[in-house]
Nanobody, 124 residues
Framework: QVQLVESGGGSVQAGGSLRLSCAAS????????MGWFRQAPGKEREFVAT????????YYRNSVKGRFTLSRDKVKNTVYLQMNSLKPEDTAVYYC?????????????????WGQGTQVTVSS
């Protein structure tokens, strides 16, 4: 059983930065993808970014490219999402997720384990 714990959310003004962390345990992580999704009130959950555990290949949704950076610490089994130049439209609950098969890495349905989420609020 993989367990995921997110942290680092908070409230910032537009243009500010936050770093989210996802600490994972209970898995071998070989072949996994670890990603971030977000969901704003009344909206569908959407893909943000993901990284393959072994190769470190990253994928980002277009609206966050150049602003968000995803990295991993293979010793700590932790993924970090550095979010810069935050915009009000980034406001959402951010969820860390693991896909054990690295299948459709941008599709929420392909992910097998989920954290409880951390709130990110960006004010204008």
């Amino acid at each position: 059983q993989v367990q995921l714990v997110e942290s680092g959310g908070g409230s910032v003004q537009a243009g500010g930065s936050l770093r989210l962390s996802c600490a994972a345990s209970g898995g071998t992580f070989s072949g996994y993808a670890m990603g971030w999704f977000r969901q704003a009130p009344g909206k569908e959950r959407e893909f943000v970014a993901t990284i393959t555990w072994n190769g470190g290949i990253t994928y980002y949704r277009n609206s966050v490219k150049g602003r968000f950076t995803l990295s991993r610490d293979k010793v700590k089994n932790t993924v970090y999402l550095q979010m810069n130049s935050l915009k009000p439209e980034d406001t959402a609950v951010y969820y860390c997720a693991v896909d054990v098969g690295t299948n459709a890495v941008t599709t929420a349905a392909s992910y097998d384990y989920w954290g409880q989420g951390t709130q990110v609020t960006v004010s204008s």
